[in-house]
């Protein structure tokens, strides 16, 4: 939407001045953007220069540059609050509202298995759909996951979907949001490792403990310690950047194809646009949510049982339901 308004305000004009025109609109914010920096970008600014600021300086001094030229955004009240920041918070409270529409609360229902409404069969099908991926990928076990799965899985959506909105942009088509989620990840699929099979064993498993064994332990498990490492702290890496250069790119397809021809590329083609940019949306936010599953089932396993079916660590798998 953001891409649309874009060229719609670019098609009266001609040469140059629709150049500048659209240059203009593109620094243009939207105004729940503009909004908060009125109500905290000035006191948010101080505290930036007496900390941040000077900190980022310091450090970017050692290459001769500064923050500013680093960041491409000049330290001001009017852009204390970034713009991604204030959209993925809106995303989170979107997230909780369409949760709650879906389970009717907004409306005064309530779930019920002899008489669901649709907003309930909604909610079902998209639960059973996750847990069902989560039991492939992982396991019956990885249903313990299913919360932080899930949570992945709406808030991306939702996040890739807001800037087909008035008002909106997309918070994805920020490297800040996308790396934030990569390592959010990254970090949470190592916390499930290091919490299964402790620190030693989990190590351990990036040397191949569980292939090799003997001589060739010895003799491949540093180099493959090594790899898996790197593989492991570029994981944060690949999935942002594959999550932003979807959205982003989506966006910048959209805003040029717009402006090939217009009037005439501004509502037939959008409208087309639209559709594929939906489908980019899911598709981003199941691949993020299968590799996150994938990540999860390579450090997480069923728990071991003793001869008399007890289990081992003593964990119990609790499927998740909504209530």
């Known amino acids: 939407m953001f891409w649309l308004l874009q060229a ?3 098609a009266g004009q001609t040469g140059e001045q629709a150049g500048q025109k659209t240059a203009e609109h593109a620094e243009h914010l939207p105004w729940l953007v503009t909004k908060a920096n009125e109500l905290i970008g000035t006191p948010l600014y101080h505290l930036q220069e007496r900390t941040t600021h000077l900190w980022w300086d310091k450090f970017f001094g050692f290459f001769g540059t500064n923050a500013e030229a680093v960041f491409g955004v000049k330290y001001s009240p009017e852009t204390a609050v970034p713009w991604y920041t204030v959209m993925f918070v809106i995303a989170c409270l979107l997230t909780i509202i369409f949760v709650w529409i879906l389970k009717g609360r907004l409306f005064g229902k309530r779930l019920s298995e002899d008489e669901p409404h649709g907003g309930q069969q909604t909610l079902e099908v998209a639960v059973l759909a996750v847990r069902g991926l989560i039991e492939d990928i992982i396991g019956p076990h990885g249903l313990k996951y299913f919360p932080v ?9 939702v996040s890739n979907l807001m800037g087909l909105f008035p008002l909106f942009m997309s918070p994805t088509s920020s490297t ?3 790396f934030a989620l990569g390592i959010s990840s990254f970090v949470y699929y190592n916390y499930i490792g290091i919490k299964e099979n402790g620190i030693m064993a989990h190590l351990g498993h990036f040397a191949g403990v569980h292939y090799f064994s003997g001589m060739i332990l010895w003799v491949m498990g540093p180099a493959m310690f090594v790899i898996e490492l790197i593989s ?7 999935l942002g950047l594959r999550l932003f250069g979807n959205i982003f790119g989506d966006e910048q397809v959209g805003a040029n194809i ?3 021809a217009p009037p005439y590329t501004l509502f037939v083609v959008p409208a087309v646009l639209m559709i594929l940019s939906v489908f980019a949306a899911v598709m981003q936010t199941f691949i993020f949510t299968l590799l996150s599953m994938i990540y999860i089932g390579e450090v997480s396993h069923a728990p071991h049982h003793d001869h008399e079916g007890r289990e081992i660590n003593g ?3 609790i499927a998740p339901v909504f209530t």
Request: zero cysteines.
């Open 149 to 157: 799965v899930a949570t992945f899985a709406i808030l991306i959506l």
């Open 232 to 238: 492991n702290f570029v994981r944060p890496l690949s």
């Open 258 to 260: 717009a402006n090939l």
């Open 176 to 178: 800040s949001v996308t």
């Open 8 to 10: 719609h305000e670019a």
């Open 315 to 317: 964990e119990e798998i």
